[in-house]
């Protein structure tokens, strides 16, 4: 009676009748359909990225994978501007790689669309510090919460999480970024302990009720300009050992560069079905964060 040994789940069933395939599958469309990000195409860029990570099938486990020379928070902190500012989400945001003040520096350039070396080293033309004023109001009027406590363990990311759901409703956790989370139980296999990590982040997103966001990054080789690479990247080696867990799989690649800087693809595999998508995105030649090319800019709050 006191042995408190988990029961052993039923290996799931694999042989089905097609009867029984049939109706799950009208089951599904009508589920689908009844879903506010059906009729919402990948190609409304933002937006389909909101209902993705925090829609009506959440909570949901998803990883952004991004080839390292491009910097995951680059990307992180583009989303987390759009989704908290834009859409009003709670955010709490799992900064491993940088101080929570220098993350709070390129979230605040990425809103205010300045550069942040500039605005760091106070270089920036006196006509835009206003835009800075308010890019700054309109953040601080957000339900974002910063956590850059190292290292970072499976077991502090969950207690972590607890206490910021205590202070807020929180809508989504992103994690910047993989390669920074330590494993208990460490083995010479990376794949191995990326696969453990990203196992237990979806168990404690089943647990919490809550949508996780894990932002990772690659090295593969690959050719930018080789567009055939959209339909080849969940191949890439480095992606191949826990990429599978999530429930939603984004990958960024290069694209053409353009005269205002340098089209991004990041594309979407959701459940397993293969390429169901792609948000296209720009960055420009000073660097800084991902614009959709679907949307006008943040609409700065006036005073």
Avoid at 73 to 85: D, F, V, Y
Avoid at 154 to 163: D, E, M, T
Wanted: net charge neutral.
């Amino acid at each position: 009676m006191g042995n408190k040994r988990e029961l052993k789940r039923k290996p799931p069933k694999t042989i089905t009748h097609v009867k029984g395939a049939l109706d799950q599958f009208f089951f599904d469309m009508d589920n689908l359909q009844n879903d506010p990000i059906f009729g919402i195409s990948p190609e409304s860029g933002y937006s389909f990225l909101n209902q993705l990570l925090v829609g009506k099938h959440a909570p949901r486990f998803s990883i952004i994978s991004v080839p390292e020379k491009y910097w995951t928070t680059a990307l992180g902190a583009s989303i987390i501007a759009e989704l908290s500012i834009r859409n009003n989400r709670s955010i709490g945001y799992f900064s491993l790689s940088i101080s929570s003040s220098y993350f709070t520096g390129v979230l605040l350039s990425i809103v205010a669309d300045v550069d942040l070396h500039l605005m760091r080293s106070g270089r920036l033309p006196s006509e835009r510090w206003p835009d800075l004023s308010t890019a700054s109001r309109d953040l601080v009027e957000t339900e974002m919460y910063i956590d850059d406590a190292r290292p970072l363990t499976i077991k502090v990311f969950r207690r972590q999480a607890l206490k910021m759901m205590e202070k807020s409703k929180i809508d989504l956790f992103v994690i910047d970024s993989l390669q920074f989370i330590l494993c208990k139980k460490y083995h010479s296999n990376k794949a191995h302990n990326y696969q453990k990590i990203c196992k237990s982040l979806k168990n404690i997103s089943e647990e919490l009720n809550v949508s996780i966001l894990l932002m990772s990054e690659f090295s593969d080789e690959y050719d930018a300009d080789d567009f055939r690479t959209a339909s080849d990247c969940t191949e890439l080696a480095s992606l191949q050992g826990y990429t599978r867990i999530a429930d939603a799989e984004l990958c960024l690649i290069p694209g053409e560069s353009v005269k205002d800087g340098r089209l991004f693809n990041l594309h979407l595999y959701e459940n397993y079905d293969g390429l169901t998508g792609t948000i296209e995105l720009l960055r420009n030649n000073s660097g800084g964060g991902f614009k959709d090319r679907t949307q006008q800019p943040i609409q700065l709050t006036d005073s």
